[in-house]
């Protein structure tokens, strides 16, 4: 457990209310080219329930990755009230950086009701957990490779039931099953659990579509995310193991699709996710 990242996570996705459907997000203080895909998304959501009545929660959002987020300076989130129905509320959201548009989110919110209930089951024979190596047991090997990046600490706790080491450039399958959990306890806020597993879901689902090629151990590739898409089904825990169970479709013409349901641990589906993202293999003489 890391209590402290957990907790700078919290403070990451309170955002700053600057003017009326206004919002300011920074980013951590860590070596990025670019602002992290989940952190962007997660906070824009923040944004736009921060204008929404508190008995609607989000079941739905769609958003597009329009250019690489500047980690140095903050981002503005401005926020469009598209619809308040007494069911439905929409919300679009633009993330703003050095006066251009860097991310775009419309997400819906929906007053609970009861309705039909049906599922796809988890699945079957996923190892628990708790028996599976985090991530500085996984990566111990490389650390002296990764420096920072394998010392600091981490708000998502992430165990692989499949995992390859990044050396291992066998193709595999075009499915890759991942619990995980926010490295600590989270306040009893649905709105944040929803905006931490927004974070969470960029975090892996894309890698999934570089498995049947090599895996994402692959160095010769620039991968990006265009566009992210979440629909939340029903009440969930982000501070409890969650699994994400991802594959991958398709991939062609330079772009790769990623799925996934995510599974709460008594195998109830909470959260579906699709992502487009560039899987573009880099020129030779990017390496020179």
């Known amino acids: ?11 990451l996705l309170d955002l700053e209310s600057i ?16 602002v992290f895909g989940g952190q962007v998304a997660g906070q824009a959501l923040v944004a736009a329930a921060r204008t929404v009545d508190v008995d609607q929660q989000v079941h739905s959002l769609h958003s597009y990755f329009l250019r690489p987020g500047d980690p140095t300076v903050p981002i503005l989130y401005q926020v469009d009230r598209v619809r308040d129905g007494r069911s439905f509320t929409t919300r679009r959201v633009l993330a703003i ?9 419309s997400a819906d919110f929906h007053r609970a009701e009861e309705g039909f209930d049906h599922q796809m089951d988890a699945p079957p024979g996923m190892p628990d957990p708790e028996t599976l190596p985090d991530f500085h047991s996984r990566m111990g090997p490389w650390k002296e490779v990764l420096g920072d990046w394998y010392t600091r600490p981490r708000a ?5 039931c499949d995992w390859h080491p990044p050396t291992d450039r066998s193709p595999g399958p075009m499915f890759e099953n991942v619990w995980f959990r ?3 306890s989270l306040p009893d806020d649905p709105v944040l659990h929803a ?17 049947p090629h090599g895996g994402s151990g692959l160095g010769n590739v620039f991968m990006a995310s265009l566009d992210h898409a979440m629909w939340f089904h029903r009440p969930f825990r982000a501070d409890g193991w969650l699994l994400y169970a991802q594959d991958t479709p398709s991939a062609s013409g330079g772009r790769g699709i990623g799925r996934g349901l995510i599974y709460d641990q008594s195998g109830r589906l909470v959260v579906s996710v699709v992502q487009e993202g560039l899987i573009r293999p880099m020129r030779p003489e990017a390496h020179q």
Do not use: W
């Not at 457990?1 to 403070?11: C, E, G, K, R």
């Open 195 to 211: 905006c931490v597993v927004t974070y969470a879901s960029d975090m892996t689902v894309l890698d999934t579509a570089l498995r």
């Open 182 to 184: 926010a490295n600590g």
């Open 19 to 34: 003017e009326v459907n206004i919002f300011r997000g920074r980013s951590p203080d860590e070596h990025r080219q670019r």
């Open 1 to 11: 457990m890391d209590q402290p990242a957990v907790d700078a996570l919290i403070s």
């Open 156 to 160: 998502i706790d992430t165990r692989y």
């Open 97 to 105: 950086q050095h006066g251009k548009g860097i991310f775009g989110l």
